[in-house]
């Protein structure tokens, strides 16, 4: 069978990169648990058909999944899922090569719909790790969240999540400044938004905002990663890590990491695979435990209140003892 693989532009290997110094660190903070007969689980959720090649230059690299399959100690067992049925061909093609069979589970389908499938099939004792990567606004809040329903025995930890935020190869360009989305991409362009971020109204203030023109489009991303942020750490984790951004070579963003866990080793493991050595551009701050770690002027949009609407809209007459505590008036550019 001929190996397939998936084109891919280079910024694809940092994050690969990423993905496998930390499972590098990972099968080795696992071993104890691994040597006393407990499972570790490696989950991918958009695996791919294996390999990736380089646009720019031809080359072959190791995809997410066969980065997971060929590490030394050993993951216990594999759950590898993708929508189309040609990588699903290339995975089982894989396993049987690299003599996996045993281990695997291989699933086709849309990994939103067979969440359900895949969390009755995970054992749980011992660890588990999910990656998920998606190629688009494809990965649904609600998989997140019934995935860090799951407690681990006997740790009583949820399970790990590597997740790929596709902001600005995703969200941007239905988001359009001037113009209604719904009429450009189509009438459930709303809804599949929502479907992808924590909560349905904040991220339409933060729109509705941005058209309005009361911030420029780097400060409405800053506002989407937060709102990201945020709404994993609502899921009740110990450690959320992000957002760590991924560039094109000329440094404009594609896609920002970010990484749950319970563990205090896995999120230091991962703090420190999150420095951007190897990155094409500055990165914002990880956020870590401190919500309001952004600036303070930005306070306002974890507040939906009407206050904040009605003080959004008058802007111009709105005097500080109107405000909450903690909330600014600034003068020209009023929420910034
Ligand atoms: C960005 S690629 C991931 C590649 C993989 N992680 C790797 O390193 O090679 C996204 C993959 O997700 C698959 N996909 C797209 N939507 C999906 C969905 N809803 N559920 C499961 N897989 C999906 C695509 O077929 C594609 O193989």
Same mark, same amino acid.
């Given at each position: 069978?001929?190996?397939?693989?998936?084109?891919?532009?280079?910024?694809?290997?940092?994050?690969?990169?990423? @993905?496998?110094?930390?499972?590098?660190?990972?099968?080795?903070?696992?071993?104890?648990?691994?040597?006393?007969?407990?499972?570790?689980? $490696?989950?991918?959720?958009?695996?791919?058909?294996?390999?990736?090649?380089?646009?720019?230059?031809?080359?072959?690299?190791?995809?997410?999944?066969?980065?997971?399959?060929?590490?030394?100690?050993?993951?216990?067992?594999?759950?590898?899922?993708?929508?189309?049925?040609?990588?699903?061909?290339?995975?089982?093609?894989?396993?049987?090569?690299?003599?996996?069979?045993?281990?695997?589970?291989?699933?086709?389908?849309?990994?939103?719909?067979?969440?359900?499938?895949?969390?009755?099939?995970?054992?749980?004792?011992?660890?588990?790790?999910?990656?998920?990567?998606?190629?688009?606004?494809?990965?649904?809040?609600?998989?997140?969240?019934?995935?860090?329903?799951?407690?681990?025995?006997?740790?009583?930890?949820?399970?790990?999540?590597?997740?790929?935020?596709? $902001?600005?190869?995703?969200?941007?360009?239905? @988001?359009?400044?001037?113009?209604?989305?719904?009429?450009?991409?189509?009438?459930?362009?709303?809804?599949?938004?929502?479907?992808?971020?924590?909560?349905?109204?904040?991220?339409?203030?933060?729109?509705?905002?941005?058209?309005?023109?009361?911030?420029?489009?780097?400060?409405? !991303?800053?506002?989407?990663?937060?709102?990201?942020?945020?709404?994993?750490?609502?899921?009740?984790?110990?450690?959320?890590?992000?957002?760590?951004?991924? !560039?094109?070579?000329?440094?404009?963003? @594609?896609?920002?990491?970010?990484?749950?866990?319970?563990?205090?080793?896995?999120?230091?493991?991962?703090?420190?695979?999150?420095?951007?050595?190897?990155?094409?551009?500055?990165?914002?701050?990880?956020?870590?435990?401190?919500?309001?770690?952004?600036?303070?002027?930005? !306070?306002?949009?974890?507040?939906?209140?009407?206050?904040?609407?009605?003080?959004?809209?008058?802007?111009?007459?709105?005097?500080?003892?109107?405000?909450?505590?903690?909330?600014?008036?600034?003068?020209?550019?009023?929420?910034?």
């Amino acid at each position: 069978m001929q190996e397939r693989a998936r084109d891919v532009g280079p910024w694809s290997l940092e994050k690969l990169t990423l @993905l496998r110094k930390y499972l590098a660190a990972y099968v080795n903070a696992t071993k104890d648990i691994w040597e006393r007969g407990d499972i570790i689980t $490696y989950v991918d959720l958009f695996a791919g058909p294996g390999l990736v090649k380089n646009r720019d230059t031809g080359e072959v690299f190791d995809g997410s999944p066969l980065i997971a399959m060929r590490l030394e100690p050993p993951f216990s067992r594999f759950i590898l899922l993708d929508l189309d049925p040609d990588h699903v061909l290339a995975l089982q093609d894989w396993v049987t090569r690299l003599g996996l069979q045993g281990k695997t589970q291989i699933l086709q389908g849309d990994c939103n719909v067979q969440i359900q499938t895949v969390l009755r099939s995970l054992s749980r004792s011992g660890a588990s790790f999910f990656f998920l990567d998606p190629p688009s606004p494809a990965l649904a809040w609600n998989t997140i969240t019934q995935i860090s329903r799951i407690q681990m025995w006997p740790s009583g930890n949820k399970l790990e999540q590597f997740i790929l935020f596709p $902001y600005n190869m995703g969200l941007v360009r239905m @988001l359009p400044r001037d113009e209604n989305p719904e009429l450009i991409w189509g009438e459930t362009t709303e809804e599949q938004i929502s479907s992808v971020m924590p909560d349905p109204v904040k991220w339409r203030k933060v729109y509705q905002a941005w058209q309005q023109g009361s911030f420029e489009a780097a400060q409405k !991303r800053r506002r989407f990663l937060y709102l990201y942020w945020s709404g994993l750490k609502e899921l009740g984790y110990n450690y959320v890590l992000g957002p760590r951004t991924i !560039r094109r070579q000329n440094r404009r963003a @594609l896609y920002d990491l970010f990484f749950c866990s319970d563990h205090p080793v896995g999120n230091k493991i991962m703090a420190d695979v999150f420095r951007p050595q190897l990155s094409f551009g500055e990165q914002l701050p990880l956020v870590q435990e401190d919500p309001y770690n952004f600036r303070q002027g930005e !306070r306002w949009y974890l507040d939906l209140s009407e206050k904040w609407d009605h003080a959004r809209h008058n802007c111009h007459r709105v005097d500080q003892q109107d405000l909450e505590p903690g909330y600014r008036v600034y003068q020209g550019q009023p929420w910034l």
